[in-house]
């Protein structure tokens, strides 16, 4: 037990008491929350890779950032067989395309989010992936009037950030269920289709394309093969909206 007899010993005690107790209350509450406090605080919905079981539609979700040559083949075969499908465009792409991208469009498809360029999102932080989607929903509401509902993140990279990025701006982050890797070497329209028919192909899944020689190629008889199965192909919508 410590006892202080001295007056001016006691006044010196109290004031440094208080003066440590205002310091620490003061970085208790004011000092200002990063990042991962706040993510931890707020849990994020997970990405969606499927959507509901009872639908009829199997969606295909095509990522692009390339494949000019190839696209307007395959928007003849989706013309052709009656399908409506989502595109997953970067800005820069879009921003570099507009002709391009305005045929999309103009054919009825579902336009979502990849993102403004074709980055490993899930190595950015909050604020990056903020501006990676707004930049690219800025340049795609240019054409297309109406804000996306979904992002799909480049090569399916994301973190916390991502999808907190995400959702504050009001988008559902999309995966898949199904992936042709029709971008790998050796991905012929044979293999590409056993990728996906491989997999039992069901009901509310996302099948994961690029507007890739082979993937064209393989379009019309993918197309074919699922709507045997009872399956229709259609959007992200078509399977999260019945």
């Excluded at 050796?186 to 056993?194: E, F, N, P, R």
């Excluded at 008889?221 to 192909?233: C, P, S, V, Y």
């Amino acid at each position: 037990m410590i006892i202080v007899t001295n007056k001016k010993t006691i006044v010196l005690f109290i004031v440094g008491v208080l003066a440590v107790l205002l310091v620490v209350s003061g970085f208790i509450f004011n000092r200002p929350l990063n990042t991962s406090e706040v993510m931890n605080n707020n849990p994020v919905a997970k990405p969606i890779d499927k959507g509901s079981v009872e639908s009829k539609y199997i969606a295909f979700a095509c990522n692009v950032d390339w494949g000019n040559e190839v696209l307007p083949d395959m928007l003849d075969t989706l013309k052709e067989k009656d399908v409506k499908i989502t595109f997953f465009v970067t800005g820069r792409w879009a921003k570099t395309f507009p002709e391009l991208f305005q045929s999309i469009i103009d054919e009825g498809h579902e336009i979502g989010s990849h993102g403004y360029q074709h980055l490993n999102y899930s190595t950015l932080d909050h604020e990056k992936n903020l501006d990676e989607i707004k930049r690219a929903e800025n340049i795609i509401m240019e054409h297309t009037k109406e804000k996306p509902k979904y992002f799909a993140p480049p090569s399916g990279a994301y973190n916390q950030h991502t999808l907190h990025a995400a959702e504050e701006l009001g988008y559902k982050t999309i995966l898949w269920s199904i992936d042709t890797i029709d971008w790998r070497k050796g991905s012929t329209k044979d293999i590409i289709m056993k990728r996906v028919m491989d997999k039992e192909p069901f009901p509310g899944g996302i099948v994961l394309m690029h507007p890739m020689p082979e993937t064209a190629k393989a379009l019309p008889n993918l197309i074919d093969a699922l709507r045997e199965k009872g399956l229709e192909i259609g959007r992200i919508t078509d399977i999260l909206e019945e």
